[in-house]
């Protein structure tokens, strides 16, 4: 789950300090162009963004996450500020955390999560309504899908390993 997680949420979470330069540079571009300000975050800047801040999109408030994205980055380990993230983060309805998330669609703890479960609750964080297999649309499929496909990517699992998964989805 986490590695699934990382994969598709912040590939270089473990490199990062906490912020994307390149992220911010197309906040200050969209500013410019006079475009929404939006995407881009890292894992460190989600947690900041749904723990210690609103959901407000305004250059102040991009600001003002970056500054406690990097005191975030700067005071706890890259293992702590995961953890963080997977307990407070929203799955979708009152699922906050990922075992909230676990029990909710899969009636099991976090730890007995299988790869093709992990790959779809990692997914879930990007847009819990959207995704949710509760809505009687199958988004979450092509979503999974993307999560197994990026985790083979980073090298967290291998083809094989994805394949396997993917036919447990519902399709």
């Not at 847009?127 to 092509?142: A, L, M």
């Not at 083979?152 to 094989?160: L, P, S």
């Amino acid at each position: 789950l986490q590695e699934a997680t990382i994969a598709i949420e912040d590939k270089d979470f473990y490199k990062n300090k906490g912020f994307s330069p390149v992220g911010y540079l197309r906040v200050f571009k969209n500013v410019l162009l006079g475009r929404r300000l939006a995407g881009a975050s890292t894992i460190t800047q989600q947690l900041v963004k749904n723990v210690l801040l609103t959901s407000e999109r305004s250059l102040p408030r991009k600001i003002k996450e970056l500054i406690l994205a990097i005191q975030v980055n700067n005071r706890y380990t890259k293992d702590e500020i995961l953890e963080m993230y997977l307990n407070n983060i929203p799955y979708g309805g009152t699922a906050v955390g990922i075992e909230a998330a676990a029990e909710t669609y899969f009636g099991k703890s976090a730890q007995d999560l299988d790869l093709a479960e992990s790959a779809f609750l990692a997914g879930l964080p990007q847009s819990p309504s959207v995704y949710s297999p509760f809505t009687g649309d199958k988004y979450y499929v092509d979503r999974t899908k993307a999560v197994l496909a990026q985790m083979e990517d980073e090298k967290y699992i291998t083809k094989e390993q994805g394949e396997k998964a993917l036919a447990k989805i519902d399709t």
